[in-house]
């Protein structure tokens, strides 16, 4: 972590932006509080994918993430597999639900 001069516990701050026009599919977090940027560079360092150090100054580091990562404690985005029968019986039980409330 290369910030080095420091900021109240009180003065710090962490944004997370969402705007699809500025920056793609990608959210933006930017943050001055040290706890939040260790979280946001080990999880760079861990998923280069979905988390990528884009700015940083001697207070703040801002960060380029999965949309799905974009949390005070970021976590990869989980693919999830149904096998065929885990299929069925999803679409078994959504199909009992509709019939229900109708």
Sequence with gaps: MKPKDYI???????????SKYQIGEWAEVYTSD????????KFAEKHPDHCKLIRE???????SVHPKCA?????????????EEQKAALRDR???SRTKTS
């Design 8 to 18: 109240a516990q009180d003065e710090t701050e962490t944004i997370i932006n969402f």
């Design 34 to 41: 040290r706890n939040v940027m260790k979280r946001f560079e």
């Design 57 to 63: 100054d001697n207070y703040s580091m801002t960060f």
């Design 71 to 83: 949390a005070i404690y970021p976590k990869a985005p989980r693919k999830v597999v149904f096998t």
């Design 94 to 96: 959504l199909q009992s």
